[in-house]
């Protein structure tokens, strides 16, 4: 059974803020693990992660997803968990390639070449309590725990640590990225309960937050996607109250956003799947004032974006779905416009899509629904029923 062995932390010499790093002098002696060279860290690496969560030991297994443009950070596989960060990230040679930092869709961490070039920097110690005095530490100290709160669903707590955090270091750009973030949540929420007014103003401050973002890290693609998402909404409100020439504005400028963020990173799915969403509803609201030929435009882009999302992940019942409606939009301007063979081909397409999501989710009561609509249009009254009536029995059942 290994022996525990205690160490006295003696100081702090070297850290960096923007990756959450401290190098400590510890007492005593241990055997350090070698570093690896993260820039050669490939897409389907196999790694490990180590850490210890819950008082417990815990190694999970999994593969390299992806490096972040906007942060440099390695995307993994391998779960982690509250207690993983500031553990390893080892390849199979046994080899530090990353630090555990947090976790989401994929756990990330801190490439090791970071960390390399932080030991370079190192310096006499600081005693720990004199180092967690400074301003940028207790601004990080209000960020985690901003993130804690968001990540608890209490919004409201989240922005007054993230605004804390933004007092003490006023280029914090993750904290006005969560704070955005956190705004934006509040507006979904005030949105649901019917207050459009308020849901307005708390999408327009977390658009401010994100454009400071932006104007910190140029390359800061979720903030891009965030922000787009934002402009979406506020242009979806502006449609619903007649006012198409600002609903039009508002999507022109989150397509443009998704727009940047593909240009950052091209292999990112998330800006090509709402920048589909977004050319859809402008499309619609381009028809809607009978210029069709560019809302048919609009359509075969939607289209286009949602193949390279399905191109990259075949199982995506979502972007099936929204694929057959921006392919059933398109049929139904190119029926208005007499083109009925191309309209029937579109149709059975769209038909395609609802299916394709139907056999990956067989309880997908939208794709039920819109597979229905889609036959209705090319006639097929019966078959239409049938997936109108499964809508109802599914509908029921929850």
């Known amino acids: 059974m290994d022996k525990e062995t205690i160490y006295e932390v003696v100081g702090v010499t070297a850290f960096d803020v923007e990756y959450d790093l401290v190098v400590l002098e510890l007492s005593g002696e241990g055997t350090p693990l070698p570093l690896g060279d993260s820039n050669k860290v490939q897409i389907g690496d196999p790694v490990v992660a180590v850490g210890y969560p819950s008082g417990k030991y815990k190694v999970t297994a999994g593969n390299v997803h992806g490096i972040r443009n906007s942060d ?28 555990n930092s947090r976790t989401g869709k994929y756990s990330l961490a801190v490439p090791s070449n970071i960390l390399k070039a932080l030991l370079t920097r190192t ?4 005693p720990l309590a004199q180092w967690q005095k400074r301003d940028k530490i207790q601004a990080s100290v209000y960020y985690r725990e901003g993130e804690a709160r968001f990540n608890d669903g209490e919004y409201t707590k989240a922005i007054t640590h993230f605004d804390n955090a933004i007092l003490h ?40 937050d ?24 506020l242009g979806r409100f502006k449609a619903d109250q007649g006012d198409m020439t600002e609903a039009q504005r508002f999507y022109q400028a989150a397509i443009n956003d998704y727009t940047r963020s593909i240009k950052i990173d091209p292999n990112y799915t ?41 191109q990259l992940n075949p199982e995506d019942t979502d ?15 190119k029926a208005e416009q007499g083109n009925v063979v191309e309209a029937q081909q579109l149709y059975q397409e769209a038909i395609a899509d609802y299916t394709k999501a139907i056999n990956i989710n067989p309880e997908y009561v939208r794709a039920y629904n819109n597979r229905g609509i889609a036959k209705k ?13 499964k809508v109802k029995e599914l509908e029921a059942d929850n």
Not at 123 to 126: D, F, K, L, N, V
Not at 187 to 203: R, T
Not at 284 to 305: K, M, P, R, V
């Open 72 to 99: 440099n950070l390695i995307g993994t596989t391998a779960k982690i968990s509250v207690g993983n960060s500031g553990g390893p990230l080892l390849n199979d040679k046994g080899e530090v390639i990353g630090i």
């Open 123 to 126: 310096g006499s110690p600081e």
């Open 169 to 208: 270091n006023p280029k914090h750009v993750y904290a006005y990225n969560w704070r955005g973030r956190a705004k934006y949540q509040l507006g979904k929420s005030k949105a649901e309960q019917g207050d459009v007014s308020e849901a307005q103003k708390l999408y327009h401050a977390a658009i401010e």
């Open 210 to 233: 994100w454009t400071q973002t932006i104007k910190m890290n140029p390359v800061f693609t979720d903030a891009y996607n965030d922000r787009g998402r934002a402009q979406t909404y």
């Open 270 to 310: 998330f800006p090509h799947y709402y920048r589909g969403l977004t050319r859809i509803v402008l499309g619609q609201s381009i028809a809607d004032i009978g210029n069709i030929t560019e809302a048919q435009q609009l359509y075969q882009e939607a289209i286009d974006d949602f193949t390279y999302v399905i």
């Open 319 to 333: 972007t099936y779905n929204n694929r057959g409606s921006a392919k059933s939009n398109l049929a139904e301007s």
């Open 377 to 389: 249009a090319l006639g097929q009254h019966e078959a239409a029923e049938i997936d109108f009536k």
